[in-house]
């Protein structure tokens, strides 16, 4: 869809008042998650409990705001300014000094405003992920390991490639070029990239193709959507997307920090975990996982067992604490008799009103993860980084 021309756009935008002034939740469109319980599509996302900066954002052109946010110095300053800006006109997000502040804090925390920087130790964390995954799918390292030594299109061996690669982009390279040269190759190894989380916001490529499902890509597309999230462009976009495209019950930026983290609503399933723990007695992990991400999801987690255990004093089905445990990923859980009544219970026991958001309780983990690392670690760590940002934009 091509956009509208920048004046028009510009002086819609400077009409409009403040969103974060507006108390209204939007709707969201379809979600994904299995069926599309993954996100909401809701274009803009609701006020997330700061009161708008002064001056007021029409007083400021928002490329102006953009450039002030970015830290000194940044490779392609224009090129950021550019591609963040349209993001948030792609995407019908307002781009007040809050929502830019926490989309320069996320990418500054994930790539240090680099579109694909190189990662020390590549070679070392590919091979350990492969070996990993061969593992996993029963398939003997050796076999794996002859199989890398085979020619690749430009000459050396993938695995020479391999031991030579130094950013997320060279190696993904490989790998595509690995799985779409060899025979059966896409069926046998097409699950095996282990870059999975791409460009300079680290978005996962799963989120991604579940966002275009909903909200069609507005970019040309070169190789694939997965391929596009490696550039500045199409990192930001869908980078913006996962932090501020949905609605949520939050009163500071720190919840979406910890949600960009662990995925959308975790926050506010943490909280609800909590309550749930208070409601049964039961201790229970406050991870915002609501339904188990093993491949038997379809068992009953310790969530559900945990609600199951309350079913009698909830007047509720196990069928239907099922199903309101199937909207963890969207805002629709809220509106639940589960939500509501697990919340009843747990303040009537605690005698004072309980959090709708906590920080997720969860371990980091991954191939590029070196050291023991929390989500309420990156939370704080980028939520540092948005108060910094507000602070020096209210400085000049």
Request: aromatic share 8%.
């Amino acid at each position: 869809m091509p956009a509208e021309p920048r004046e028009s756009a510009a002086a819609a935008r400077r009409r409009q008042p403040s969103r974060l002034r507006r108390l209204a939740r939007c709707t969201p469109l379809p979600l994904l998650v299995g069926c599309g319980a993954l996100l909401t599509s809701c274009v803009v996302p609701p006020p997330v409990g700061r009161p708008p900066s002064s001056p007021p954002v029409s007083a400021v052109a928002p490329r102006v705001l953009i450039d002030r946010a970015l830290p000194i110095p940044v490779t392609d300053r224009q090129g950021w300014v550019t591609d963040i800006d349209d993001a948030f006109l792609r995407l019908g997000i307002e781009p007040t000094r809050e929502h830019i502040c926490a989309v320069v804090a996320v990418a500054e925390q994930e790539s240090g405003l680099h579109v694909d920087p190189v990662i020390p130790h590549l070679d070392v964390i590919a091979w350990h992920e492969i070996d990993s995954r061969a593992e996993r799918a029963g398939v003997p390292k050796l076999v794996v390991h002859e199989v890398l030594q085979l020619k690749s299109p430009t000459g050396q061996t993938y695995a020479q490639r391999i031991d030579t690669a130094r950013t997320e982009k060279e190696l993904s390279d490989i790998f595509e070029d690995f799985t779409g040269s060899l025979p059966l190759g896409k069926s046998l190894f097409a699950s095996w990239n282990p870059i999975r989380t791409r460009g300079p916001m680290q978005v996962n490529v799963a989120f991604a193709d579940r966002f275009v499902e909903t909200k069609p890509y507005p970019y040309p597309v070169k190789v694939s959507v997965d391929d596009e999230v490696f550039t500045r462009r199409g990192s930001l976009y869908f980078g913006i997307a996962h932090l501020l495209a949905y609605s949520a019950p939050y009163d500071r930026y720190l919840y979406r920090f910890a949600d960009y983290n662990a995925g959308q609503y975790s926050s506010r399933n943490a909280a609800f975990q909590n309550a749930l723990s208070i409601a049964s007695g039961k201790s229970l992990v406050a991870d915002g996982a609501l339904i188990p991400h093993s491949d038997d999801a379809g068992a009953p987690g310790e969530t559900e067992l945990v609600a199951r255990s309350l079913a009698g004093r909830l007047n509720l089905s196990e069928a239907a604490i099922r199903a309101a445990l199937e909207q963890g990923r969207a805002e629709d859980l809220e509106s639940t008799t589960l939500y509501k009544r697990v919340f009843s219970l747990a303040e009537h026991a605690a005698g004072h009103r309980l959090p709708r958001a906590m920080l997720p309780s969860i371990q980091l983990q991954g191939p590029k993860i070196e050291r023991k690392l929390t989500t309420e670690w990156y939370a704080h760590r980028v939520d540092d980084r948005f108060e910094h940002c507000l602070s020096q934009l209210s400085q000049s």
